[in-house]
């Protein structure tokens, strides 16, 4: 496994293995927990059902007093996000989480002024994480249109407003997206943003050691991103934050379906402006820059990194 050039391993030996190897191995993580394992996956199952219980009750009640689509899918993402993500990481025994850094407006609570969320992605824990982090702030998350047939998990993200990745197991090896549908994403996106909803993603595609080949072109722990979305923050004036989340592939590691005890740690940014860029791709590598020395930063201060070399 390869790691950050400039980078020397710290002192907590297994950590430190995982949280800079580029692809991080399963072997080097610790045995799973049944008590972890089988507490968050009730815990998740329980959110998902009151999730999606939640937003029947709401639609048609309070809701149907409600005229704009996209302002009944921020109440029903708020509902998802409470439940799925804030209460269940709160509720896991074993699992902790750090977050400090920026903090949004109340306008941005409120769905009156979107904002692209990114982040890096090491593990299936992320969208938990990231939502649970982020709360209040509700956001329409990115996500493969598989998920969305999942019972009660599914159906409540198609009814927070979710954004559909339609992928083509054709093409560039199941990775290429269905011809069209990009561009339909985008117009969905576009329009939550301009509702003043905010939206959130991993640009990376998907998960560190998920696909070796890619785990190996990471820079500072962080893939490649795909720069669409940047693209679409430029044409909308629309921030971009970038939060580093670490600690979510110690919980949960790709290859696994145990889960471990960890404390996650998420350090949000200052949003970046999308005028201070010519390109999107300008935009999108400076993201992935910050994120990938954001990430290190965290992995410095737990001690998982010795000495590095800034760039």
Known sequence: SGRPKGVTMGGKRGQSRTSLACPPRLADYPAGSWVVSVCFFALMLWGWVAAWTAQICFTYTVGLMIKSKTRLEAWNGFLFRLFSAKLTFLLTPFVSMKVKGWKPTKDMVAARKGVMVVANHR????????????????????AKADLFAVPFGGWAMGRAGDLKVKFDKHKNAGWGTVKGSTGQLLALAATQLQAGNSVAMFPEGTRMGFDDQKSRDAENCVMPFKPPFFDLAKKLDVPVVCVAIKGT??????????????????????PLDPNNFDTDEAFADAARKLLGDMYLRLCREDGAVGKTKET
Do not use: H, Q
Not at 123 to 142: I, Q
Not at 249 to 270: C, F, K, Q, Y
């Open 249 to 270: 592939d110690d919980v949960w590691p790709v290859g696994s379906n145990m889960l471990r005890p960890a404390t996650i740690t998420v350090d949000v940014a200052e």
């Open 123 to 142: 593990s299936f824990m992320d969208p938990f994480a990231l939502g649970a982090a982020m709360f209040p702030l509700e956001c329409k998350y990115v």
